[in-house]
């Protein structure tokens, strides 16, 4: 019997060693995506701006109901690991990602399938991939580069457990963040109407923010 006993406390101290190894190693590098989420706000300049570059100024109805005039918008990023310890996502280099739509779509990653529906674009890759900078879609200039790149699955993210804020991201035109200010991604403005904005980051799709603009008051 004691040698049962020793023999079945074996069996459990291994059980516990693999299951120890199991929930801090295996699960966070094969399923550490299933444990983050995205979630962002959109953040206004207010007012014109009347000093070059020369941004338009357009009007939006606020978070309160209000219509207010802004010169551009850029995005705070919320990146939640729900897990209690780091894990690792596999994405395609493009840390953060800013599609804005005039219609809701089922996978917002997917430029090509919704490019009928797609107003404008821009991406930041910190390892690397754009060696820091924001891209805009620009014509085909940035599309072209976020298409052939998108589907990539070859880098790599430590996320530590909580949130982690990005603060005014695509934001600071003055050090060449590429923002926006109305525009569709042939530099022209676009019309009145509902804009479905979606953040993508290392790879995980937010919900959509859904903005009203009630006015765009430039032209080319």
Do not use: C
């Amino acid at each position: 019997m004691k040698f049962l006993t020793e023999k079945k406390w074996l069996a459990l101290s291994l059980i516990l060693v693999v299951s120890f190894i199991s929930l801090l190693i295996v699960v966070p590098v094969a399923f550490g995506s299933q444990f983050v989420s995205v979630s962002f706000k959109l953040r206004y300049s207010l007012g014109q701006q009347l000093s070059p570059p020369y941004l338009g100024m357009m009007e939006v109805v606020y978070y309160n109901g209000s219509i207010i005039p802004i010169t551009y918008a850029g995005l705070s990023v919320n990146v939640t690991n729900h897990y209690p310890s780091p894990v690792q996502v596999r994405y395609n280099g493009l840390d953060y990602v800013w599609l804005i739509y005039n219609h809701t779509v089922t996978d917002p990653a997917d430029v090509v399938s919704n490019k009928d529906f797609l107003v404008w674009g821009a991406y930041y890759g910190f390892d690397g991939i754009t060696d820091g900078k924001t891209v805009e879609f620009r014509g085909n200039i940035g599309y072209d580069f976020y298409v052939a790149n998108k589907d990539r699955s070859d880098f790599t993210k430590w996320i530590t457990s909580g949130t982690a804020k990005v603060d005014w991201l695509f934001y600071f035109v003055n050090f060449g963040e590429k923002v926006w200010y109305g525009q569709d991604r042939y530099g022209n403005p676009i019309e009145p109407g509902i804009y479905y904005h979606y953040s993508i980051s290392f790879g995980k799709v937010s919900e959509p923010f859904v903005l009203n603009v009630t006015s765009v008051l430039w032209s080319n």
